[in-house]
């Protein structure tokens, strides 16, 4: 069956510019996480997504970042006036439940480069 | 704040030998516990999850790992390793009273299989 998807695989642009993410969780989860893996920092979490809100969006580094979701079910992660430093691999989960234990699946990521 | 300590970077073993990953945590009460496999150029995989059910929780792939309170230790087992195990591990904790699963991850353990 389809898991996350996760487009692009790679993005590299310049400091400064604006780029989108995009997640296309498994059908039927309402749950939707962003996560960032990047040398210096390991794994860490962004942001959560309920249907399409954000109880918590603690974990976005900056006012740069900004994520949405629609119909419950794609999300965008937007990051502003790239810097260097955001240069990290962004993955997205989903599960069918964001509360107890339900499996979080996680799409390949996409990898981001900021020259 | 939750948190989990991975005490080994890499570790490297023998094909046939047993692995042992070794994973510490930080928890103001019972946690909720997880390993997650990256291979190499995937997504991020649940291995096992620790539900409080049962301390000793089987994973797919042969893997296993144990509670133990006493020592807040977590560890993950296989007892015999297969060359396609070679992989980064991750130990990961789910932080509470936030209403959902945020996951808190270690800094990752990459396992090496040799011949």
């Known amino acids: 069956g389809a898991g996350v998807s996760q487009s692009p695989s790679n993005k590299v642009t310049e400091k400064g510019k604006d780029v989108e993410l995009r997640c296309d969780p498994i059908s039927g989860h309402t749950a939707l996480y962003w996560y960032r893996q990047s040398l210096g920092q390991g794994l860490e979490f962004l942001i959560y997504f309920q249907g399409n809100s954000a109880p918590d969006k603690s974990g976005l580094p900056s006012d740069r970042f900004s994520a949405e979701r629609t119909g419950g079910s794609v999300s965008t992660l937007t990051i502003q006036r790239t810097q260097q430093e955001d240069s990290a691999v962004y993955l997205c989960a989903s599960s069918f439940e964001g509360g107890g234990l339900g499996t979080q699946y996680f799409g390949p990521g996409t990898r981001l480069t900021v020259l | 704040a939750q948190s989990v300590t991975q005490l080994d970077s890499h570790v490297s073993v023998s094909e046939g030998t047993p692995v042992l990953l070794r994973c510490n945590y930080s928890s103001s009460y019972s946690p909720s516990l997880f390993w997650y496999v990256q291979h190499p150029n995937k997504g991020l995989q649940l291995l096992l999850k620790?539900?409080?059910?049962?301390?000793l929780v089987k994973g797919i792939n042969g893997f296993e790992a144990e509670f133990k309170k006493s020592e807040t230790s977590f560890h993950l087992t296989k007892p015999s390793a297969h060359m396609s195990d070679a992989a980064e591990y991750f130990c990961v904790v789910s932080e509470g009273n936030t209403g959902f699963q945020k996951l808190v991850f270690g800094t990752g353990t990459r396992l090496l299989v040799s011949p």
């Open positions: 620790y539900t409080s059910a049962a301390t």
